[in-house]
């Protein structure tokens, strides 16, 4: 079974700092490009950043470009986001998501994490 | 960045009726299209990846068409776990973009 677990949000002010995991598990995680994608409250979905299966590549979503970071750790199957300088505006559920099919395109997802910007 | 609209916003229908939606891309994506279905409090979930092709364990009455900007989802026949929250989405160029969204309801 595939599974996609994310951790890491929760309530931090406005100019801190989060770092979000998600692990994998039940697909070959190595081999699968990797994307995180937002959701504000009772909002659409919002790509954010992406990551090549090696990590060689990555893509951010202007609006977070120079704050936040994508990387991977292939050894451990887990994904993260690391999140500087947050903004009210990046309250939102964090889900990780990808596997097979090609680079950009969702199969799998986690759960979803809130990250709360607030003071 | 390429712009992706969704028609209409809301469809109320009834089960065993055949919704069709719509999603418009503001320049050609080719097929590189996929829909994914959203429950209140879920993660969204692929229904369909390059334009037409069905995820592993998407039912038959999901199909979809389309190519370069016009793209359609049809449910064949609506049945009571299909009301949700329908998304488009483009992988032709960076940066991935969604559309806005069709929520199907119950009428």
């Known amino acids: 079974e595939v599974q996609l677990l994310e951790s890491g949000g929760g309530l931090v002010q406005p100019g801190g700092s989060l770092r979000l995991s998600c692990t994998a598990s039940?697909?070959?995680?190595?081999?699968?490009?990797m994307s995180w994608v937002r959701q504000a409250p009772g909002k659409g979905l919002d790509w954010v950043s992406s990551?090549?299966?090696?990590?060689?590549?990555?893509y951010y979503a202007d609006s977070v470009k120079g704050r936040f970071t994508i990387s991977r750790d292939n050894s451990k199957d887990t994904l993260y986001l690391q999140m500087n300088s947050l903004r009210p505006e990046d309250m939102a559920v964090y889900f990780c998501?990808?596997?097979?099919?090609?680079?950009?395109?969702?199969?799998?997802w986690g759960q979803g994490t809130l990250v709360t910007v607030s003071s | 960045e390429i712009v992706l609209t969704q028609s209409p916003a809301t469809l109320s229908l009834s089960p065993g009726e055949r919704p069709t939606l719509s999603c418009r891309a503001s320049?050609?994506?080719?097929?590189?299209l996929a829909w994914y279905q959203q429950k209140p409090g879920q993660a969204p979930r692929l229904l369909i990846y390059?334009?037409?092709n069905r995820a592993t364990g998407i039912p038959a009455r999901f199909s979809a068409s389309g190519s370069g900007t016009d793209f359609t989802l049809t449910i064949s026949s609506l049945e009571p776990e299909d009301f949700a929250v329908y998304y488009c989405?483009?992988?032709?160029?960076?940066?991935?973009?969604f559309g806005g969204g069709t929520k199907v309801e119950i009428k």
């Open positions: 390059d334009a037409s």
């Open positions: 989405q483009q992988r032709s160029n960076w940066p991935l973009t």
């Open positions: 990551i090549s299966s090696s990590g060689a590549t990555t």
């Open positions: 998501a990808g596997g097979k099919y090609n680079f950009g395109t969702l199969a799998y």
């Open positions: 039940g697909f070959t995680f190595s081999n699968s490009a």
């Open positions: 320049q050609s994506v080719s097929s590189n």
